[in-house]
Nanobody, 127 residues
Framework: QVQLVESGGGLVQAGGSLRLSCAASGRTFVSSAMGWFRQAPGKEREFVATIKWSSSSTYYADSVKGRFTISRDDAKNTMYLQMNGLKPEDTAVYYC????????????????????WGQGTQVTVSS
């Protein structure tokens, strides 16, 4: 059974930084794509970033490009989201997700494309 466990959320002032972690277990992810999504109160879940596990190729939402960096550590089976230059509008619950079998030619930005989800971690950015 695939399990994803997020950590690293918290309260930070605008302009600050946080690093989220997503520890994955239950199988190998060499053919997978993993992603970060976020959901603010009263809003739909939105795509943040995705990474191909085998190639480490990445793709970002325009709203976070240049501020956030997605990465993964193969030895630890863990994905990260380094968030710099945080803004109040980044406040949300952040979720990691995995799509078990991913095409090398596609980036997956729809939540429905992912098979498993973590429980979420709250990020709050104060102004």
């Amino acid at each position: 059974q695939v399990q994803l466990v997020e950590s690293g959320g918290g309260l930070v002032q605008a302009g600050g930084s946080l690093r989220l972690s997503c520890a994955a277990s239950g199988r190998t992810f060499v053919s997978s794509a993993m992603g970060w999504f976020r959901q603010a109160p009263g809003k739909e879940r939105e795509f943040v970033a995705t990474i191909k596990w085998s190639s480490s190729s990445t793709y970002y939402a325009d709203s976070v490009k240049g501020r956030f960096t997605i990465s993964r550590d193969d030895a630890k089976n863990t994905m990260y989201l380094q968030m710099n230059g945080l803004k109040p509008e980044d406040t949300a619950v952040y979720y990691c997700a995995v799509r078990l079998v991913a095409s090398s030619n596609l980036y997956y930005t729809a939540a429905t494309s992912y098979n498993y989800w973590g429980q979420g971690t709250q990020v709050t950015v104060s102004s």
